[in-house]
């Protein structure tokens, strides 16, 4: 590692370089504007983005941190940590982790001191630079960069250079590539801009330049205070701005333990070769095809390295159980195939997970009830635990941390039902029948989960046929064979994984055909008015998932219908595809309301 650490001089260093030179008047040409306005634009840009890592600073900033994550143990796994510092003595490594919290950077911070790694030059968003922490992050090696750089070339333009810079000097990076922290739970789509630039500063440093490391980064926490607040913005709520203000207040909600936060390393991966893959697999050099190729790689690998932690099982097993509460031998009759589903697949665990037996499902239970996601009812002969009414989406959200561990299972059950109900009565292809439903169900999902390719994704529903019944796809299975098969099962996750989404999505659906279709699409109205709607039906039990009543997962339907060309404007067809679309996730609707209909009656 060069001196980079400690050198103030980063900006006439790259001012210096032939790749400046090169950029500026590139930049000339496509502005027409003065090489010494763009000078000026460009040296003010690379000022503001730039930092350093002094000894001292980053002394109080770590102090700093400790005292946030106080809440915390940090649990690590050390084993991946090994690899990484071996391989940082020789590359850049670029940290890419999941982004579930505003704590993540100084528990990855921590998770990785005192293992022989450097710190970590983190990008994170300028709405962040507080004065007078903001001074003392830039010295602490923050980054803060502009969240849209729309009509201004000059900015990425300097963004590249610099993270070029980085690399050429072996510093390790890190941001968070989801954009802003989950509202769901579950991980987000990555936004590409950041690995954009990196890819583009890469290339730019040559064929010859040392390779740079992905490093896909799991954190979880066993409880988390923000995810109040991110459930009442996700509801239709507002997000408080951040301040000096908000900061204090949000310093203070960490008095309280709150169990702890895993970290979790992926199998890192060269980004010369992961572009290499990606262009294979693309069949194209086109680098708007290629990244999110290796965008999705790392998502998959950051899901992968996800542990499952008590609360995400025990909100799994309460959620969406007609509202009714349960005992504790009700709860563990619900979690034990469950549990025993996600040891046969040797899913990763948390040290903690202890839900076969009584005593450890007490203590889970006991955590969420302290935290008031669970409510506990002791005053008749037995103790009954619940979801709080008014935590739902809170609830939700610890589970949806794990739901991607189970969404082939979940697909097929649904693709099953539907297969079974194509036509009761006719010498149906029913192993045919359900790949075609299910492939349908992976589309209307592609904007919420990572999906494997076709062909992984055939061998996954191949394997979750044979834990169902083994031998069931060789045999000549009738429709009503089909649904015998699901009402005797003593494990059905559909529901529980899909049933939101779907449901959240069949209102943005139904909403999208009161529209006229020759009109401009009011899309933030569209959204409003479904966020409404989904409330009214909740109240009125024709919604199971209060978690439906979700901005990201109405977002989500919207981006799909953008997908399929159903935002207009149009005509007759257009009108016609609507409600295609509609029928489509109503009649997915309907096929969960049967899977449920069998969970709660085994």
Known sequence: MSDVDHERRAVELVIGSQQYAEALAGLVERTERSEADLRSDSQAALTEMSAYVDEAASRVWDRMGRWLTRSYEVDVDTSGLTELVELGRRHSLVFLPNHRSYLDPLVLRAATAGHGLPSNYTLGGINLAMWP????????GLIFI???????????AMLRLYLGFLLRQHANLEWYFEGGRTRTGKLRPPRMGVLRYLVDAFRANGEDADDAYLVPVSIVYDQQHEVSALSREESGGSKAPESLTWLYRFARAQGRRRGRVHVRFGPPLSLREALTDAGSRAETDDLTEVVPRVAFEVAHRINAATPITPAALVTFGLLDNDGRAMTLAETLAVLEPLVAYVRRRRLPLTADVDLGRPEGLRRALATLVREGVVVEYAGG???????APDRQHEAAFYRNTVTHYFIDRAILEVALVQAAEEDPASDVDVVAATWTRALALRDLLKYEFFFATKGEFDTHLRYETELVRP???EESATPSEVTELLAGSHLLLAHRVIGPFLEAYSVVADRLVTREPAAPLDSDGLIAESLGVAHQRWLQQDLHSPESISKDLMGGA???????????PGGDELRRSRQDFADELGAAVAAIAVVRSCALTT
């Open 133 to 140: 922490l903001s001074e003392l992050g830039k010295r602490s």
């Open 146 to 156: 502009r969240r849209s750089t729309r009509d201004d070339p000059v900015y990425p």
């Open 381 to 387: 002969l037995e103790p009954v635990y619940a979801i």
């Open 471 to 473: 031998g069931w796809a």
């Open 558 to 568: 919207l981006k799909l219908a953008g997908n399929r060309g159903l935002l207009g």
